[in-house]
């Protein structure tokens, strides 16, 4: 019984472990605005991960340097949203990369605008 204490204590250590160093990813998706009917590829959307928040940079509208606190962080997911309007939200899958980020109506029924994308760890090239 006490193997399996520890056991448990270590593996909940590790799913609430803080960042040391940001982590960033490079992601590749496609962008929809559901009012203007646009829609297109687009890649080379970063993501700066730390401790509580992420900065998504890339998507027009969704995030060019935008900021998202952290709500919700297990072992395969972590959960988003925007500190100044709940609307904007979305999810990372950790062992997938699939990511996405919508801005929905006030009564969250719909979404205006979404990216939806697969990540990985973005290699420095210098």
Known sequence: MKKFLILLA???GQVTAQMTNPIFLSCT????N????EEFKLPNVIIKISNDELIIDGIPGLGMQEKYNATVKTETMIFFTHPLDKNFEGSLNRFTGFFNVNHR????TRSFQSYQGYCQIAQKIF
Not at 34 to 37: A, D, I, L, N
Request: aromatic share 14%; net charge positive; with cysteine.
């Open 10 to 12: 270590l593996t909940c």
């Open 34 to 37: 559901f009012r203007t009917k």
């Open 29 to 32: 998706g496609q962008y929809n």
């Open 105 to 108: 109506d006030s009564e969250r």
